[in-house]
Nanobody, 120 residues
Framework: QVQLVESGGGLVQAGESLRLSCVAS????????MAWYRQAPGKQRELVAT??????NYADFVKGRFTISRDNAKNTVYLQMNSLKAEDTAVYYC???????????????WGQGTRVTVSS
């Protein structure tokens, strides 16, 4: 049993910044990869960024503006969002691929989402 909780969303003006956080807790042996997704109303959920134990990857539409990082000791992933645009408005979801202590199997878990609204 693993729970992910996001925080840090809010309402900002275009050009401003936000920092999202997601903390995982529960029966965690190790977290292989953590990621951020987002979903705007009426649109498909899309991948924003991923971070494994060695590499990071970004969607083209956020490259150069967003930075993903993780603190393994705290089981936490962050998304620093700079130069925000109106089109960044969405609910942002945390995802983690977790090897659980109970059986050693890798499961995918989702957080509840945190809303980001960017006004122009």
């Amino acid at each position: 049993q693993v729970q992910l909780v996001e925080s840090g969303g809010g309402l900002v003006q275009a050009g401003e910044s936000l920092r999202l956080s997601c903390v995982a807790s529960g029966s965690i042996f190790t977290i292989n990869v953590m990621a951020w997704y987002r979903q705007a109303p009426g649109k498909q959920r899309e991948l924003v960024a991923t971070i494994s134990k060695r590499t990071t990857n970004y969607a083209d539409f956020v490259k150069g503006r967003f930075t993903i990082s993780r603190d393994n000791a705290k089981n936490t992933v962050y998304l620093q969002m700079n130069s925000l645009k109106a089109e960044d408005t969405a609910v942002y979801y945390c995802n983690a691929k977790v090897v659980v202590t109970t059986n050693g199997y890798e499961y995918s878990y989702w957080g509840q989402g945190t809303r980001v609204t960017v006004s122009s």
